[in-house]
Structure formats: C-alpha cells, structure tokens
C-alpha cells in the first residue's frame, strides 16, 4: 500500500508506465514509479481533479469538475488547459481526439487536436465514456437511468435500463467487444452488446455502491465498490467473487505496469492486489 494525502480518486497507467492519479480534495495530480510518489499541485486547489486518463500527445488527461476545464499534463509535469463545463468523464476517441462528458452541463464533447471543442446533447447527467468496439462513443446516463451511444458524426441513440433507478456510472469495453458497466444505486453490474442488448447481474451485496470498472488481463472484469471497501470481479459468464481491501472508499482503478490490479482509496492510499 502507498499512502498518499488529499483523497486519491482517478487513478490510470501513463504512457511512461507510471501510476498517474488525482486528488480530489488536495487539488493535484499525482505521478508513482518506482516507488516514489511525486505530485503537481494545481491553481488553484479548489478545481476538484477526478478522472484522469492516458490521450493523444503521449500525455495524462484529468478533469477538473469543480474547475471547468481539462488538463493535460507531460511526464515532465508541463501542464496545458482547455475550457469545459463540470467535465468527468474521458477517454481517447477512434478519431484520435479526445471525448469528454460535461456531467452537468448534460453534453459530451471533442475535444480536437488543435484545441478546438465540440459538443452534442446527452441529456441524464453523463458520466463515464469509453470507446466501443463498433467506434462509437459509450457512456452512462446516471440521471437517464440509461446508457448513451454516440457515433462520429453525433447521431445518439438512447437505451433505458430495465432496473429503476440504477445510476449507472463506470464503463467500460469488455473482451467480449460489449460495453460493461456498474449501477451505482442498484448494487448491480450492467452488460449491453453493441446491438443495444442489455444484461444485469446482481451483486451478493446490493447496497455495495459499484463506483469504476476496467477490464482485467485475467478476461474478466473489475470493479470497485465504494460502499464496501472490496474489489469485485465478474466473469464473462457472470460468475462474481469478491476481494477485501485494506483501505476505505475505492474509487477508480487500473492495471499496473507489474500486472496487478491497483486502486485509488479515498481513505488516503493506492492499495496493490496481485491477480
């Protein structure tokens, strides 16, 4: 476990295979290799930096929710802005910009390679995007009870889910080529096939709050689950078996450059689970 102040939330792999993650309350984005920890802080503190991802320009990408805008930071820690409203979501489009969602502004958006910006409705608060296997952009509608399906040129479809109030949040592209994602308000984890097929598996422990979902080298899934402080992981079949965590409050989650799974707790740590 590697102990790390200001409540670490988003937490990737860089191109340079360090550990980058955010610290939402600190206000920083922070940088782990080879044992040593070191972090940027930003200005000003108060931006609230969540997710944080790997883009084009061989650089991290973050968020600043309270902040309104996107980061973009170097492995040297040269920092670059661009304006957004109440951004969250990230990630690389099949186009080579990057998309974002905009969760209370209710839009998604490109942001292009020379820093222009464009942006089309996603009305239901969206949160999480990934790109999926048919290159459209797939993101979650925590609000809408739904899951958002955007292609290149903006036409958007639209899938309910069948449980009520589900609040769905991480996404992400499975082995499988289907988009798996969490119910944050069910306790459940969510499977739709690019054909629009929807599929719900529910949690031993439905109040458990499933936060973040990546895909694992092993070919299943994993997710945290805030609620808990365990680390879950379902099979393609849907078969789901747990892992307890040593700290409290895991938020998001990727797999290292040593092949084991790491994970952001808010508590104050990145917490290492080997497969």
């Known amino acids: 476990m590697i102990q790390v102040s200001g409540s670490p939330y988003g937490l990737s792999l860089g ?3 360090a550990l980058w993650f955010t610290t939402v309350e600190a206000g920083a984005v922070g940088r782990y ?3 040593a920890v070191q972090t940027y802080p930003l200005d000003p503190p108060g931006g609230q930096p969540t997710v944080i991802v790997p883009g084009p320009g061989e650089s991290m990408w973050f968020s600043e929710f309270r902040g309104n805008r996107i980061g973009r930071i170097t492995a040297a820690g040269d920092l670059t802005w661009f304006p957004a ?3 969250y979501g990230l990630t690389t489009g099949p186009d080579g910009a990057l998309w974002f969602t905009e969760l209370q502004a209710d839009r998604i958006g490109r942001l292009a390679g020379d820093g222009s910006i464009t942006r089309y409705p996603a009305a239901g608060m969206p949160s999480m995007i990934v790109t999926g296997a048919d ?4 993101y979650t ?3 809408g009870n739904a899951i958002g399906r955007t292609d290149l040129t903006g036409a958007t479809t639209v899938y309910p889910l069948p449980t009520e109030q589900a609040m769905p949040v991480g996404i992400t592209r499975g082995p499988d080529g289907a988009l798996w994602f969490v119910e944050i308000g069910a306790g459940q984890i969510g499977r739709i096939g690019v054909d629009g097929e929807i ?4 949690l031993p422990d439905r109040a458990a709050k499933p936060h973040a979902i990546i895909a694992g080298p092993d070919g299943a899934l994993w997710f945290t689950e805030w609620a808990t402080s365990r680390l879950g992981r379902i099979t393609l079949s849907g078969e789901i078996t747990e892992t307890e965590l040593a700290g409290a409050e895991p938020h998001g989650l990727t ?3 040593d092949g084991a799974l790491w994970v952001a707790m808010e508590s104050g ?7």
Do not use: K
């Not at 290159?135 to 797939?138: F, G, K, N, Q, V």
């Not at 599929?199 to 529910?202: A, Q």
């Open 33 to 35: 290799h080879d044992g």
């Open 135 to 138: 290159d459209a952009l797939w």
């Open 199 to 202: 599929t719900e598996f529910p």
């Open 15 to 17: 191109p340079d295979g």
């Open 269 to 275: 740590s990145l917490e290492r689970t080997p497969l």
């Open 85 to 87: 409203e109440s951004p």
């Open 141 to 143: 509608l925590n609000q």
């Open 255 to 257: 797999v290292g450059p």
